[in-house]
């Protein structure tokens, strides 16, 4: 019977020793370092995932020239004075539909109380965050304005700004977002 190759040790090659310069010591082992302990061949350690749903939108005002955007400093701006401008949006809560959440969440980001007029469309996106891969889910809704005065929410929203309606989409800092609204047509409310 004749060995298949490798099975014995014919088939093992001689470790051959590295030859060191002469100007060098002599070689010693360097302790290994503590190893976490390995995962079985061929499994994958996947990050959680996590599904956010959120809702919110385009305020109009009530001229019907001007849209509201929030603004946040871009934490990756060296000078930290770079604004991102988005549209409000924010978490659905617990017992909430979609539409009461995004009113709910333009009333806290800008201090506008809104109206929806119509469904804008449906955003979805991955991201990682926290060791965690989310994938958000944003309801967006065109808004009539209907009362309110403008104020930037403290704790999540740097500035709050009405721009010409002609301009939204160049200042839109998220290319989901500016292809939502450029397709949206018309922004009359």
């Known amino acids: 019977m004749i060995p298949a190759p490798g099975a ?17 010591g002599p070689q010693t082992q360097t302790p290994q370092p503590a190893h976490k ?8 350690v996947y990050s959680k995932r996590v599904d956010e749903v959120s ?15 929030i603004g946040r400093i871009d934490h990756k701006d060296a000078s930290g004075k770079r604004i991102l401008w988005s549209l409000p949006k924010g978490h659905i809560e617990a017992g909430e539909t979609p539409e009461q959440a995004a009113i709910r969440e333009v009333a806290e980001e800008t201090g506008i109380t809104s109206a929806i007029s119509r469904p804008l ?9 926290g060791g965690k891969r989310i994938h958000k889910t944003v309801h967006h809704y065109l808004f009539s304005e209907v009362s309110g005065e403008l104020m930037a929410q403290v704790s999540e929203v740097d500035e709050v700004s009405w ?17 939502l609204i450029a397709r949206s047509g018309e922004l009359k409310i």
């Open 163 to 179: 721009f010409p309606l002609s301009e939204i989409v160049e200042h839109l800092a998220y290319p989901d977002e500016k292809k």
């Open 55 to 69: 809702a919110g939108g385009l305020v109009i005002d009530s001229s019907g020239t001007q849209g509201l955007l």
């Open 121 to 129: 469309g449906v955003i979805d996106f991955w991201f990682m965050a």
């Open 37 to 44: 302990p390995k995962q079985p061949a061929g499994k994958r």
């Open 8 to 24: 014995g040790s014919e088939g093992i090659k001689k470790k051959r020793k590295r030859k060191r310069p002469a100007n060098r």
